[in-house]
């Protein structure tokens, strides 16, 4: 049974930093692709960033990048969110998601985490 569990929301101040990790089990991740993902109250979920797990390229929503970064950790099986420069319209919950079909750009997203709390407070 796949399992991704998400961890490392808070609440920080804007302009501070926090690490994400998501932990994947269940099966071998090597050929997914690994996803980061937002929704705010109110409004739909949105695509933050991607990780190729076995090749480790990445791809991120605009709106993100230069401030977050996408890692993996293959021993561990843990993929990583860093998000830095933190503003207030990025707080939501965060989910990872696991795919094994489509390319870095066109995933097609299997399976889901329960998701983590992120506040960023002005």
């Known amino acids: 049974q796949v399992q991704l569990v998400e961890s490392g929301g808070g609440l920080v101040q804007a302009g501070g930093s926090l690490r994400l990790s998501c932990v994947a089990s269940?099966?071998?991740?090597?050929?997914?692709?690994m996803g980061w993902f937002r929704q705010a109250p109110g409004k739909e979920r949105e695509f933050v960033a991607a990780?190729?797990?076995?090749?480790?390229?990445?791809y991120y929503a605009d709106s993100v990048k230069g401030r977050f970064s996408v890692s993996r950790d293959n021993a561990k099986n843990t993929v990583y969110l860093q998000m830095s420069s933190l503003k207030p319209e990025d707080t939501a919950v965060y989910y990872c998601?696991?795919?094994?079909?489509?390319?870095?750009?066109?995933?097609?997203?299997?399976?889901w985490g329960q998701g983590t709390q992120v506040t960023v407070s002005s």
């Open positions: 998601a696991a795919g094994s079909r489509g390319s870095l750009y066109t995933a097609v997203y299997d399976y």
């Open positions: 269940g099966r071998a991740f090597s050929a997914y692709i």
């Open positions: 990780i190729g797990w076995s090749s480790g390229r990445t």
